[in-house]
């Protein structure tokens, strides 16, 4: 494998934790594999809520970091959780100085939304669902500014070279549909940003390219993973037909709009006295089984906004229009599917992953911040507040040196995923390891994804994906309770006591999935 040296920190991924941490990190010199251009292809671009802040006086970081652990179910780090909601005051502030267009009043103040488990409004926002996109565009405009900044669009990580346990090197190949053959690129530091695992389930919220790949590569170089299992499901995202499914923001909800099925019955107030703005997994696990039951959930946001969702919410309203429907006149047909991925890379309060020279923010970690169940619009804000925490700890091992441009020429000879296989893999992932799930399922899913690996063994970014899969399955097997996101219909308790995390090597879910379908087979 052609090897290219170089003394710039290596960036996987161009989404907000990627983006923020390069500028943080400036002026040392960084280069960033991005798959697509930038701004395209990132979760963190088409996420819609905003970013959660006690930014009103009469709302406290203490009150936020409470309902964090709360809605975390038992499994969130209060030591995280405090200082990610006592940090996030003056992340919005520094995104407003640099050109974030966040909805104001008249008075100026920001405007606040409520979302789900939420006690306080304040969720502050763009345009009512620009949020991600919005706060994107500025920091690309800061980012392609930035001289010390260089960006490899069109390349996707594949592997990590690890010497002694430590991160020497990220193989890199072009992200286009043939791929190209690796380039191992070592530099003076490794930060993955790279994004979850929801593109591994058939119905997904999730940009096409986000199938775990980053979680996959930094398992097979043995990082550990925790709170695999706990995958959120978004409830209403929005049921037509398309691949992702287009997201109706949690926001509508927290103006009032309301869950019915298709017999106008509304069914979440006899669930949760919170009715639709309950935690996620509750009205996630409600969707599924109005849908299970053959009666098809809307969401009604004619009431409470009439043709004001065309203007307040243009994201929603651009994804009605394409699918022949007005919000205004007819409710919107939804379903749950798969979002955000809570569990991750195991990393430290400095961002450190259990491989050394490797750092991990975004949705790619597992902080500990969001436990078995994210509070809304908590992961920009995870996003933000570990891009600074990690690039602050990279500094302290990386000088202020001036670095040539890498010049790499991406050769052919790389394999790409079957795209069959894919079908398979993510269709496995949303009947056995979706939203309620079961040991007999689960074991299914492993078996079926051993097959998969060994009949396509030759692709590694293949065996990335499978890799996340794995872990997925064999983390909710263990967990022999329901708990938050993770809902197992053969034990629907939850164990008393305090929660425990999750943690698990590829090696040891691989021994457990070996086991399994020695006995099956």
């Known amino acids: 494998m052609k090897t290219i040296q170089t003394d710039r920190v290596v960036i996987v991924g161009a989404g907000l934790g990627g983006l923020y941490a390069a500028l943080r990190l400036a002026p040392r010199p960084v280069v960033m594999i991005s798959p697509a251009s930038l701004g395209e292809g990132a979760s963190s671009a088409w996420a819609q809520g905003g970013v959660a802040a006690a930014m009103n006086s009469a709302d406290s970081a203490q009150s936020h970091a409470a309902d964090t652990v709360k809605a975390g179910d038992g499994t969130v780090d209060p030591e995280v959780a405090s200082l990610v909601t006592q940090e996030a005051r003056s992340h919005i502030l520094h995104l407003t100085a640099l050109g974030t267009p966040f909805d104001r009043t008249e008075t100026g103040d920001y405007v606040m939304s409520r979302e789900a488990a939420h006690s306080f409004a304040r969720v502050v926002r763009v345009k009512g669902d620009q949020a991600g996109a919005e706060i994107m565009a500025a920091l690309i405009e800061r980012v392609r500014a930035t001289r010390s900044i260089q960006v490899l669009d069109g390349t996707m990580a594949l592997e990590l070279e690890v010497s002694d346990g430590r991160v020497t090197g990220v193989a890199v190949q072009s992200a286009d549909a043939l791929c190209s053959a690796p380039v191992m690129l070592r530099g003076s530091a490794v930060l993955l940003a790279g994004g979850g695992s929801g593109g591994l389930y058939a119905q997904t919220t999730n940009p096409p390219r986000i199938r775990g790949q980053v979680i996959g590569l930094a398992a097979r170089a043995g990082a550990l993973i925790a709170d695999a299992e706990f995958v959120q499901f978004h409830p209403t995202a929005m049921d037509v037909g398309e691949d992702p499914a287009p997201l109706a923001t949690e926001a509508l909800r927290g103006e009032g709009a309301i869950l019915?099925?298709?017999?106008?019955?509304?069914?979440?107030?006899?669930?949760?006295?919170?009715?639709?703005?309950?935690?996620?997994?509750?009205?996630?696990?409600?969707?599924?089984?109005?849908?299970?039951?053959?009666?098809?959930?809307?969401?009604?946001?004619?009431?409470?906004?009439?043709?004001?969702?065309?203007?307040?919410?243009?994201?929603?309203?651009?994804?009605?229009?394409?699918?022949?429907?007005?919000?205004?006149?007819?409710?919107?047909?939804?379903?749950?599917?798969?979002?955000?991925?809570?569990?991750?890379?195991?990393?430290?309060?400095?961002?450190?992953?259990?491989?050394?020279?490797?750092?991990?923010?975004?949705?790619?970690?597992?902080?500990?911040?969001?436990?078995?169940?994210?509070?809304?619009?908590?992961?920009?804000?995870?996003?933000?507040?570990?891009?600074?925490?990690?690039?602050?700890?990279?500094?302290?091992?990386?000088?202020?040196?001036?670095?040539?441009?890498?010049?790499?020429?991406?050769?052919?000879?790389?394999?790409?995923?079957?795209?069959?296989?894919?079908?398979?893999?993510?269709?496995?992932?949303?009947?056995?390891?979706?939203?309620?799930?079961?040991?007999?399922?689960?074991?299914?899913?492993?078996?079926?994804?051993?097959?998969?690996?060994?009949?396509?063994?030759?692709?590694?970014?293949?065996?990335?994906?499978?890799?996340?899969?794995?872990?997925?399955?064999?983390?909710?097997?263990?967990?022999?309770?329901?708990?938050?996101?993770?809902?197992?219909?053969?034990?629907?308790?939850?164990?008393?006591?305090?929660?425990?995390?999750?943690?698990?090597?590829?090696?040891?879910?691989?021994?457990?999935?070996?086991?399994?379908?020695?006995?099956?087979?």
């Open 260 to 521: 019915t099925n298709d017999r106008g019955e509304r069914f979440m107030q006899a669930l949760h006295p919170d009715a639709e703005l309950a935690p996620r997994d509750i009205v996630a696990r409600a969707i599924f089984a109005q849908t299970q039951a053959g009666r098809r959930p809307v969401l009604d946001t004619r009431d409470v906004l009439g043709q004001a969702i065309k203007t307040q919410y243009p994201a929603v309203a651009d994804a009605c229009a394409r699918n022949a429907i007005d919000p205004a006149i007819t409710p919107i047909p939804v379903a749950a599917a798969a979002h955000y991925h809570m569990g991750g890379i195991a990393t430290d309060i400095d961002g450190r992953a259990s491989l050394g020279h490797l750092w991990v923010c975004g949705e790619a970690s597992s902080t500990g911040l969001h436990g078995a169940n994210r509070l809304a619009s908590n992961g920009l804000l995870e996003a933000l507040v570990f891009a600074r925490i990690c690039a602050d700890d990279i500094a302290k091992y990386v000088p202020e040196t001036n670095a040539s441009a890498i010049d790499i020429s991406l050769e052919s000879g790389g394999i790409p995923p079957d795209p069959n296989a894919v079908t398979e893999l993510r269709q496995t992932m949303t009947d056995h390891v979706g939203v309620v799930r079961d040991a007999d399922g689960l074991k299914s899913a492993l078996c079926k994804l051993a097959a998969l690996e060994t009949a396509h063994k030759s692709s590694v970014s293949f065996l990335n994906m499978t890799a996340t899969a794995t872990l997925i399955a064999v983390s909710a097997l263990s967990r022999k309770e329901s708990r938050g996101a993770h809902a197992r219909s053969d034990f629907p308790d939850t164990l008393p006591g305090p929660g425990q995390r999750s943690l698990l090597t590829l090696k040891e879910a691989l021994a457990i999935r070996s086991k399994i379908c020695e006995k099956t087979s």
